[in-house]
């Protein structure tokens, strides 16, 4: 199975979501499943992953050789988040007449925090009031990076958080039930299809 992740901005979501993928298809029997970045084109932000003809653009550019097509923006706290993902895979269905589909999600509130998810928190901070942060990125996720000394690696401490949440990746399920136990339950249903 071929799976193409389609980030809202491929240059840093890369680090956190290919790995947490991978491991989540492995958690649902698909091991060998292999799990590409869209690199091009390069979306640039949320607002151009929310529009359906850059969405049809990926999906021509690669049909036929992915199964499935996995749209994953942040939420940043917009209600209507969900809707809007809603109708792109509405849409994404009128298109695909063969076997492969598109899922889409919204990381409850950033990216950043299902690499957070998988890892020993400092005392001090509550899980519930991360997933609360209107802008976790730099409230959580800036700071641990900078205590762990990451700032510098590639992806500004996501390559190696996002490592560290797969490998703890039934932590990251189990505290992101609303996106990633969401999104790995609609896979399975997929699949297991």
């Known amino acids: 199975m071929n799976v193409l992740i389609i980030p809202e901005d491929f240059r840093k979501d890369q680090y956190v979501l290919k790995p947490i993928i991978q491991r989540m298809l492995a958690e649902i029997g698909k091991p060998q499943a292999k799990v590409q970045v869209c690199l091009d084109p390069v979306l640039g932000g949320v607002h151009e ?35 809007s993902l809603n109708s792109i895979e509405a849409k994404v269905r009128g298109v695909l007449r063969d076997a492969s589909c598109l899922l889409a999600e919204n990381a409850w509130q950033e990216i950043e925090v299902w690499a957070l998810a998988g890892q020993p928190l400092p005392k001090d901070w509550s ?22 000394g990451l700032a510098n690696e590639p992806g500004q401490g996501r390559a190696t958080l996002g490592r560290e949440a797969a490998a703890n990746y039934r932590r990251v399920r189990s505290r992101c039930v609303e996106d990633v136990k969401s999104l790995e339950d609609r896979i399975a249903a997929r699949v297991a299809t």
């Open 49 to 83: 992953a929310l529009k359906w003809d850059r969405i049809r653009e990926i999906i021509e550019m690669y049909r036929g050789m992915v199964q499935l097509f996995l749209l994953i923006v942040d939420r940043d706290g917009v209600a209507g988040r969900r809707e």
């Open 127 to 148: 899980w519930k009031a991360i997933r609360k942060e209107a802008n976790p990125k730099e409230v959580y996720f800036a700071p641990f990076v900078a205590q762990r």
